[in-house]
């Protein structure tokens, strides 16, 4: 736990301004992202805390799926069905503002602005699908 990062303190629900979404896994919180790219757009983060993806090695595997199953099933809850239509990756640094690990889930990808489309891109330099 690091008292400094700010998603730490969201995942332990230290901070009252955001609220955490229902997660079938103890070890991971989500959250909607305050400046969404997407009409749906959440974080998924473990509630201990992790570096960047930088940090990720192969034993990681099982939580990133992890993760990603979890923004699965948070769209699902949010009645968005059509999982050919996300988009889901990290930032990588020094394209990151939080050094903390964290999925961005967005959906529909194909309601993605153009500004959106730039900063979430596909396996681009910045951000890893």
Not at 2 to 14: Q, S
Not at 50 to 74: D, F, Q
Not at 92 to 116: D, K, R, T
Request: net charge positive.
């Amino acid at each position: 736990y690091d008292g400094k990062c700010v998603f730490c303190r969201i995942a332990r629900r230290e901070e009252p301004g955001t609220a955490l979404l229902p997660c079938e896994d103890e070890d991971l919180a989500c959250f909607r992202d305050i400046k969404p790219g997407a009409p749906h757009h959440y974080l998924v983060v473990p509630v201990k805390h992790m570096g960047n993806c930088k940090t990720l090695k192969t034993e990681h595997i099982p939580l990133v799926k992890r993760m990603m199953e979890v923004g699965k099933a948070v769209l699902q809850k949010n009645n968005f069905n059509d999982l050919n239509d996300v988009r889901m990756g990290f930032h990588w640094p020094p394209f990151c503002s939080i050094a903390h690990l964290h999925l961005h889930v967005l959906a529909p990808a194909s309601q993605m602005g153009f500004l959106s489309r730039l900063y979430y891109r596909i396996n681009s330099y910045w951000f890893i699908t």
